[in-house]
């Protein structure tokens, strides 16, 4: 004879309610680690970022630039910001090397010449244009890249045409360059916290899905003053400017851009010099005017959104 007990409604009932609990008590912790290894992975992007504009400088001479606006002579100015700038730097403007005599222009020409921005910076093959006099093929002048293109996780800016999801943003107004009728592809480096899907094709008929993060922001220090105050609204008197990717974060928070970020917000009420805000170094003390001396015034800023994707907010990371 069986004599074994079933259990009870009420024994099942306990049961469940005790694994709900602990399972409530350990997913907060399995997402805080994930949290953490995600943050260590980005602080290490970081590191291999300085070791790439180290070697930069060696070569050039300096750090390159982050101001938003295109290299002279462009009339009206065109918004060429410190993330793209920091990105061509590293891999090139077409992720085959960077060109000694760019311009910094978002199209790739060295806008030295005319018609149509001087001659190709960027163009091994003159794809982009059908003139012979643009100039030789430029690919074996080039440096680098200073960082591995393989591993490092650099997307598009915008979409190749308007029903295309291989870009971060659908709209890049003011920001993205479109040439006669296509769109050259302006790209930037993200951080490793990934919040969009993207399908980017390989060939005409194969295409691979990625994750991609937010932009990482590059601000170049302003060594030419030595400003108390980090993002003052006297630019260029500051040590940096914040104007450098303003459009680029007003471009709003990925996934979908629909929400602004908090630093695009707070940004003209002097957020960046806040003391609760971590790009000011919390190690020194309070001027009398409330800010703080910025902790790399002499190179520069690298700047990620963090796990919120949003930038403005306490988990903002930096390379410092």
């Known amino acids: 004879m069986n004599n074994r007990k079933a259990f009870t409604i009420v024994e099942l009932l306990t049961s469940v309610i005790i694994i709900a609990l602990l399972l409530g008590l350990l997913l907060p912790s399995i997402s805080m680690v994930r949290t953490k290894s995600k943050e260590t992975s980005q602080k290490a992007q970081f590191a291999t970022i300085d070791m790439a504009l180290e070697a930069f400088k060696q070569d050039y001479g300096d750090y390159p630039p ?17 993330a793209q700038k920091l990105t061509e730097a590293l891999l090139g403007w077409d992720m085959a090397g960077f060109h000694p005599k760019t311009n910094w222009r978002r199209d790739g020409y060295t806008g030295t010449a005319v018609p149509i921005g001087g001659t190709d910076a960027y163009d091994p093959c003159r794809v982009r244009v059908t003139d012979i006099t643009k100039g030789p093929d430029t690919l074996f002048e080039r440096k680098g890249p200073y960082l591995e293109v393989a591993k490092t996780p650099v997307f598009r800016l915008g979409t190749s045409n308007a029903l295309a999801n291989d870009g971060l943003y659908n709209s890049t107004t003011n920001v993205n360059f479109t040439y006669f009728d296509s769109t050259v592809p302006n790209y930037v480096i993200c951080d490793v916290f990934g919040v969009k899907k993207l399908t980017i094709p390989r060939t005409s008929t194969q295409s691979v899905t990625a994750t991609a993060g ?5 601000y170049k220090a302003n060594t030419n003053v030595k400003m108390l105050t980090c993002f003052p609204m006297a630019a260029p008197n500051s040590m940096y400017n914040y104007m450098d990717n303003i459009r680029l974060i007003n471009l ?27 790009i000011a170094d919390p190690r020194v003390p309070v001027l009398p005017t409330g800010e703080r001396w910025p902790n790399r ?24």
């Open 252 to 278: 709003g928070i990925l996934p979908n851009a629909t929400k602004p970020h908090t630093l695009s917000t707070a940004i003209n009420e002097g957020y960046f010099c806040d003391p609760g805000y971590k």
């Open 214 to 218: 937010t932009p990482v922001l590059y």
């Open 297 to 320: 015034p002499d190179t520069y800023i690298l700047l990620s959104a963090g796990a919120d994707h949003e930038f403005g907010t306490k988990d903002d990371i930096l390379n410092f």
């Open 66 to 82: 982050s101001n938003r606006y295109e290299g002279a002579p462009i009339a009206p100015p065109r918004i060429y910001c410190g």
